[in-house]
Each structure stands twice: as structure tokens, then as C-alpha cells.
């Protein structure tokens, strides 16, 4: 039998009724159902992490927390939840399009974003990431990472109220707005730091501390660097504390301890505040290392989908209408199961970054050769058809070579060598490359080199535009939409990092601004140039040709229901190494997306679309009927990208 509604403890149940004794029946009734929904998934999450503990205390604790936040939950998000539990697919459709900037590089402050909207909406732009805006430490702060209150907006940009009525804003627009989560750690600052080094027991306690070096030296052994070059090792002594403290990112990050229940409340009550202001999608930052265990990576640990499975359950009682977004940035392996694998399926992060694609993606237009990647991605295992991955050609953090050595080997590749040629050809130093990205954090160990560097300056195309050349200047524009036509067309969520709409290259004046100057990631989060944005509609303009070309992919998109995340994107074997053909296989019928990552003319063979079941193939980006020439093949111009849909009667 299937048992669809649990037995939930009278603990807990009573621990519900009495937080919510002024809420009307409706409301009771509505969470009542709720729980009994979640409950199975708060209690194993919760018991698998802490077995030490009672999980009917521990789960009656956290149920109140969240049945506090029902009880505050303003009536309009409510409403919220219901369209969302009526429609839980909301964030797979092929509508969604994402767009991430800081505030106030995009437009002042959050007076200023609300300004902005109307450009938003005409990108198509239907789920803003606003990076981290609540109150960071003085001076440096990992652009706002390092956070010293999870309560209170950075002056600078404004107040709570006016993130509410932003939020309120946006979502009157269409615009879900999506919020960091940073759970890995506080700043130094943060007032449980400041009551550890007062000494506080029960704050010393929300860290990992250590009063020697034995524990951070045995766990050096494993545990690899993040930021080798300003911020090397993963501890940090502390005059203050007496101790070492665990800093996984910089000195000032106190890596926060999972391992005590108390920090998980504190999170569970933020992420709820969070949802109440009108937060719809939280980014589960660095989620990958919040649990350590001596003698591994300390990354990607199987509590950490425990944790995420009971937060998550926790926030559906609370509040449906929000989803997670897992920030892992791992290999192809470990990254399924952020979406959830075996008996996490369904019940982790709704969300996660398509680290893989991106990174291929790169690769592929440094090399004019499709077959790692192909062979890396048809690698990727299925993940649930209730999720979604989250596509871009990049954000705000550098790109790391996370290509796997037995990929590499398998199409005759050299993994070490292949990682080197990247770095090589991405900061302009391999013979004939134009790209000018940065090498970020060099590790002289490891001989890894990340690269920063906005899209434009990536693909080639800001070379392009000093240069005078015309066909590459061409080869520039049309490389740099072939990346966004990769996310775009794989299904998921695509999110454009700012001024990438506009081919904005890197910023010169990155180093200028205090506390930047160590970290090159600041090139490529340039402030959004208005001046700019006003070519968008000039079609002669490399601005309005980039930005029409990216809205328009957005509308296709928007339009094509053969997209929606639910069906997964599956990698067809190669018939030429310059095309990589990606299928879908969509109820309404298969759509094909076909990318020439080469700068000559590659075929795909005709054949092959009416084997797929398309007879009537129509490339829907340019809305022509795809043409076979007398040889039998489709022939794809440089950097050409199709998205083919049968459109013979009764197909669609
Ligand atoms: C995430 C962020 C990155 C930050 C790190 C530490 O990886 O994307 O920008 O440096 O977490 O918070």
C-alpha cells in the first residue's frame, strides 16, 4: 500500500498547533497537510545528520520555526503558493529566462533595479539572481559573501522594505527574484563570530575550531585549496578565539558547523525570512561544503543531501511557492545528486548549475572540436524530470577546467595537457587565440589556472572590434551567440550574466576599487553601461546585434514547449567533430539543436533528421525550412546553430 500522508509525532503536531493558535482554521488545516506531506523527508534528513539527538525534539523545533513563518507569511505570496502547488513545474518551463547581476553595478541600488525592469522584461528576462545585498563585513567581503547580518540590506542599496517592494515588483512583472543563501559561512564579523571571540561557548560552537594543529594539518592532507593564491590553506588562526578556525574561501569566512543543530535553525529561520520578503528561488551557496569528514575532499559528503533534503522540506511547509538552487561547482559525478540521486530523487535542490555544460562548451570553441564534449555530457547521468538545470556560458566566478581525465582519455585527449591548452587559449597566450581572459588563482602545486573574463572578451569578439577585420568580427559575434544558443537551447533555466546581453567586455578598471585589486573576478562583473544599452536597438551596432539575437533566441525558446526541463537534452553521436547535435524527445515531437562550433562549413546528414522522425524540418530560430543539398547533407555555416522541429501536419 502507499502510504501518501504520514503519521506525524504528537510532538511535532503539537509543536505546529501552538505556533500557529492565532492562525485561522484555513491556515491550520493547510499546514496540517503540509506536514504530514513533508514530515517522512524532514525526519530522515533530520535523524541521518544528528543521530545523537531525538528526532521528534529536533523535528517538533524545527516544524515550529517554519509553522512561526506560515503565520507571518503575507496573504499575496500565499497566494503564491497555491499557484505554485497547483503548477509545481513552474520553473522547468521554457519560459524562464534568468539574468544575474549586483544590484548596483547594474543600477544603483534596489530603487535603481526597480528602474531597470522594463529593460529586463524586453531581454525576456522572467528570474533575476541578485548577488548577495544583505549587510557584508567592512572592506573586503568576496563581493558580499561574507556576510556579517542575514537581516539587514547593505545601506548603500537601500532597506528591507525596499527589497519587499522590489520583490513585490518584480514578481507583478513576471520576475521571480532569486537570493543567495550563503550557509557555509559567516563573515568575521557576523555576530555569532563576534560572541565566539567573546568567548562564548554556545557561539564557539557554530564553528569548527581547533586548538592546535594536529586536526588542520591532518585534514590539509585532503582537503584541496580554493583560493591557493590570496587566501591559501583552510585554517586560519584567530588571536581573538585562541584557535584555528576552519576558513574554507578567505581568512575572514568562518566556515560554519552543520554538525550542531542549532546552526541548522538559524539557517532554516533566514531561509524562511528570506521567503517572506518575496524571495522565490534560494541559492544554496558553496552548499557542496558544508559537512567535513577527515580524509576526503570534504566536499560533497552524503549529509550534505540530508541537510538539503530537510531544509527543503521544512521550506515546502512553509512556504511551496519557493525553490532551491544548488551552488555546486563539481564534477559531472558528484553533481547529479545535487538534484538528487537514489533515495534523494525529487527531495533535494530543485535547481543546480550545469557546471559541465558550460565548461564544454568553452572547450568546444577553443578547440573547433565537439567530441570531448559530447562524450563528457552523454556521460551525465539522467537527473529527476521534476528539476531543472541551470545554464549559462558563465557568471561571476571564474571558469575552472573541470573536464575529467578518463573523458579526455577516451577521445585520445590528454586531461592534464587539454586543462593547460584552455587556460593557454582563454588567456590570449595559445597562437592565434584573441580571447583575453585572466588566469585566476594559478596553483603552482596543482599547476591549475581558472580563467576570468566577461563572454565578449572570451569568445573573441572584443579583439574582434579593435581589429578592423570584418570576418572576424563576424566570427566574433556569431561565436559569442553560439554560446548563449548552448544554454538556451539545452532545456532549464539559461542565465545571462549582466552586460553579456550587450557583449560588454571586460572591465579595464577592475583593480581601481578597494579591496578588489587581489581578485580578477572583478573583471567580468562590469557595471552595466547604460550609455551602451541605448545601441541595443540599432541593428548596425554589435550591441544591438548581440542583444537582439539573445532576446530573440529567448522568444523561440519561449515558444517551443519541446524546452520544458521536464524532458532531459541527450547528446547524439557525432557524425562530423565540428557539430554537436542535441536531442530532445518531447511528446509533441523531437527537437534537434544542431551547433557548428568550427569556423568553416560543417554538414549533418540529412538522413539522420528523418531517423530522428522530422520530415518537415523547420529551423525555428530562423524560421526557414532546413534545406538538404544535393549531397545529401545539411551544411551549417561557421558557428551556425539551428533549432529543428517537425512541423509536417499533425507533428506539433
Ligand atoms: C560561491 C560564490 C563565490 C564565492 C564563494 C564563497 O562559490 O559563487 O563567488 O567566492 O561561494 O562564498
New binding site residues.
Partial sequence: MIVLMAEVPALVLSAMHEALADSDAATRELADARLRRWWPDVRDGLAAVYPTHDVDEIGARMVAIAARAVAQRPAELRRLDLERTLRPDWFQSSTMLGYACYAERLAGDLVGVREAVPYLRELGVTYLHL?PLMRPRPGDS??G??IADYRTVRPDLGSVDDLRALADELRANGISLVL?L?L??VAREHEWAAAARAGDPHYRDYFRLFADRTLPDAYDQTVPE??PDFAPGNFTWDDDLSAWVWT???SF?WDTNWENPDVFAEYLDIVLFMANLGVEVVRL??IAFIWKRLGTTCQNQPEVHWITQALRALARIACPAVVFKA?A?VGPNDLVHYLGQGRHHGKVSDLAYHNSLMVQTWSMLASADARLAAHALQAVLPVPSTTAWITYVR???DIGWAIDDADAAAVGLNGFWHRTFLSDYYSGQFPGSTARGLVFQENLDTRDRRISGAAASLTGLDAAREGGDDRALEHGIARTLLAHALAMGWGGVPVIWSGDELAMPNDPDWAEEPGHESDN?WAHRPRLDWHLAQRRHDPASVEGRVFQGVAHLGRVRAGLAHLHASVPARVLDLSDPGVLPVLREHPLGSMLGLYNVTAQYRPFPGYRLSGLGINRAVDMISETAVAVSGDGNVWLPPYAFRWIVDVAPGAQ
Wanted: with cysteine.
Fill in positions: 548577488m568576496d563581493g559573501y561574507a543567495d550563503v557555509n559561512h580554493v583560493f574554507t574561501f578567505n569566512q551557496d558553496a551552488e561547482i557568471c561571476h566566478d573576478r
